[in-house]
């Protein structure tokens, strides 16, 4: 699901879906993700050129994305919908309730993680691949990206409810999978946790790759990892909930239990253990289709 927080974070998706027939594209690849443009063209009459120009405009937006594959006639570009969800949010009535924190994703207070691993700025590799050493080097703070196959990383966010009652938490994250290179069929369940408490996993489809997003660095290379999904975990009176879909009963009361006043301690994981440990990559700010890093909302009521 994509998460809008604010309209003008959205102003490029909202330029791309001003069109009947590029909205007509989202609702076939809906059905039939996966199909080239050739036959796409096709099947809505127009020419290859005007499909093109639509899948760039749907491309730039972060809706579609294409990948190259090798048939008889030389080389197709199949499209395929990023996702199937949009969450706009025009914001909270009472402002005062809300506190946000935009972590960087270099920002983690504690490390586990095994190769393949490694981290980059925008301007360079920090240290060198698959050295799990590098994880303590004092530069991950200012990290874009960050990979590994099994273990974890733990964020603190800040907590500012002293007096007021934490009714709900939001964090949105651009995440995916792990593999050497990358690899675009690859699942991962990647889990998490806030305070100790597991709340539950999310599979990720694959690490995203082969052609190079214009939204990294320039010279970050095709072969390696491009973007992932957008998801927002909510953690309320209800339950936890990933894009709306509940993944498990565990509330805020649970994670709060002991611990009121204190920063929320966010973890992401993969148990080498549990099916599908397929690693996982996080994106922030430079890199992949999102310009934030972690953001977190904290919401409370007096």
Not at 44 to 49: A, E, M, P, R
Request: hydrophobic share 35%; aromatic share 12%; with cysteine.
């Amino acid at each position: 699901m994509l998460f809008i927080n604010q309209l003008s974070t959205g102003a490029s998706i909202f330029k791309a879906l001003n069109s009947s027939v590029r909205i007509s594209i989202i609702e076939i690849l809906n059905e039939r993700n996966g199909m080239n443009m050739n036959a796409l063209a096709e099947y809505l009459g127009i020419s290859n050129g005007a499909v093109t120009m639509h899948i760039k405009k749907l491309e730039e937006a972060g809706l579609v994305q294409t990948v190259s594959n090798y048939a008889k006639n030389g080389i197709q570009k199949n499209c395929y919908l990023v996702e199937n969800k949009i969450l706009i949010e025009f914001g909270d009535v009472n402002k005062n309730n809300v506190y946000e924190s935009d972590l960087k994703v270099g920002q983690y207070s504690n490390f586990k993680v095994t190769p393949t691993c490694g981290m980059a700025t925008k301007e360079m590799i920090i240290g060198e691949f698959d050295n799990p050493q590098v994880f303590a080097d004092p530069k991950h703070i200012d990290a874009g990206i960050i990979w590994f196959t099994t273990g974890f990383l733990e964020y603190r966010i800040p907590n500012y409810s002293e007096g007021r009652k934490v009714t709900e938490i939001q964090i949105s994250f651009e995440i995916g999978s792990e593999a050497p290179y990358y690899n675009n069929d690859w699942p991962s369940d990647i889990h998490f946790s806030v305070n100790g408490v597991d709340i539950g996993f999310w599979q990720s489809p694959g690490d995203i790759g082969g052609i190079k997003y214009s939204g990294n660095p320039v010279w970050w290379p095709p072969h390696l990892n491009q973007y992932g999904f957008l998801k927002l975990l909510r953690i309320n009176m209800e339950g936890s909930f990933i894009d709306g879909r509940k993944i498990s009963d565990i509330t805020i009361d649970k994670i709060l239990h002991g611990r009121e006043g204190e920063p929320f301690i966010l973890r992401f994981s993969i148990d080498p253990d549990k099916e599908n440990a397929r690693g996982l990559t996080l994106y922030g700010k430079n890199f992949g289709r999102y310009d934030q890093g972690i953001l977190a909302r904290v919401i409370t009521q007096s």
